[in-house]
């Protein structure tokens, strides 16, 4: 979810695809706009997608720090790879 302010910002319509890119990975997303998030904030919800721009630590919590991660937004051109395709690349790189 983006701000529309942000997503209007990027030159991002809304029927485009959005690369999410951390320095942790990137991904290929839809993504939809959310008048209730402040501009510059992003809300990216939990899941197989996510996971490819969080970090893999926990710091001993169970879970990888989720909130506070920079990123940079740029237009996609590319699909957004299926459940199957992710398990397939974490094969491939495990």
């Given amino acids: ?10 030159g991002i319509n809304d029927k ?5 890119t951390t320095t942790h990975g990137n991904v290929t997303v839809n993504w939809v ?13 939990y899941g197989p997608w996510a996971n490819q721009v969080y970090a893999s ?5 169970g879970m990888p720090l989720m909130k506070g991660i ?4 740029t237009q996609g051109k590319g699909d957004v790879p299926t459940l199957e395709e ?7 790189d495990g």
């Fill in 33 to 45: 706009p959310d008048k209730n998030l402040d501009s510059g904030l992003v809300f990216f919800p």
């Fill in 86 to 92: 992710i398990v397939e690349a974490l094969k491939e």
């Fill in 1 to 10: 979810m983006l701000s529309p302010d942000d997503a209007e910002t990027l």
């Fill in 57 to 61: 630590g926990t710091g001993s919590t």
């Fill in 16 to 20: 485009d695809r959005v690369v999410i």
């Fill in 70 to 73: 920079n990123a940079t937004i």
